[in-house]
């Protein structure tokens, strides 16, 4: 009964490659959320969406690409992988106007070899 | 450009001591502030927050001040456990159209000696 689970926990892929990673949320959060989290320990908003509509993007490479099928829900699709995509990404969920915290997943390793 | 700093990376504090983790932001426009702790392997849990209208919150052992006039806030755990050793995040946001979009630092690593 995770609050935000992301699948898959590791990821390793080569160079080009496309891939998918899966974030739900069963908190009734309308809010959801990608961080990218990377070698130097930054953790940078990438994506936010609102009741499956989008409302943060940042200067994020159009190879990136979140896709929210119904507020529960939010995936992010990374076509063309390059080595400098390799970084922990986090899922996170939160309540619309609420200040308090965003709940966090655990985290997706991708590796990009 | 960096707009939330947590200039230490590591803190060692003996247990039953106090744990001061510090953050400094640079953006007069962040409202809210957050602090979050972060176990290997696990996803960031949130901890504490304050609001720009509050110079302290306290709960428990955990206790946040925040002075504006110098963009610095921190972070004082009180008495330190073993428990929580762990990467704490600073985040900050401004608050636009109800919408938060929160800035984290880099963190700062605490252990806690036994």
């Known amino acids: 009964d995770t609050a935000v689970s992301q699948t898959p926990k590791y990821l390793v892929t080569q160079m080009g490659n496309d891939k998918s990673i899966k974030c739900e949320q069963n908190l009734g959060h309308d809010t959801m959320y990608w961080y990218k989290q990377d070698s130097k320990k930054f953790l940078k908003i990438m994506f936010s969406y609102n009741n499956k509509e989008l409302i943060i993007n940042e200067t994020v490479p159009n190879r990136f690409s979140p896709k929210s099928p119904d507020k529960a829900h939010l995936n992010l699709h990374i076509n063309s992988l390059e080595l400098g995509d390799s970084a922990v990404y986090f899922c996170a969920s939160s309540r619309t106007g609420s200040s308090s915290s965003y709940t966090f997943g655990s985290g997706t390793r991708l590796t990009v070899v | 450009d960096q707009q939330v700093k947590q200039n230490s990376p590591s803190l060692s504090v003996q247990e039953g001591r106090i744990s001061i983790l510090n953050c400094d932001y640079t953006n007069s426009m962040f409202d809210y502030f957050l602090w979050y702790k972060k176990y290997p392997a696990e996803g960031p849990t949130f901890l504490i927050s304050i609001s720009s209208i509050k110079d302290k919150n306290e709960d428990g052992r955990f206790t946040v001040f925040l002075n504006k006039s110098a963009k610095h806030l921190s972070l004082h755990i009180v008495p330190s456990q073993p428990g929580d050793s762990a990467v704490y995040f600073c985040?900050?946001?401004?608050?636009?159209?109800?919408?938060?979009?929160?800035?984290f630092g880099t963190g700062t690593r605490l252990k806690v000696l036994a």
């Open positions: 985040a900050a946001s401004p608050i636009t159209s109800g919408t938060y979009k929160y800035i």
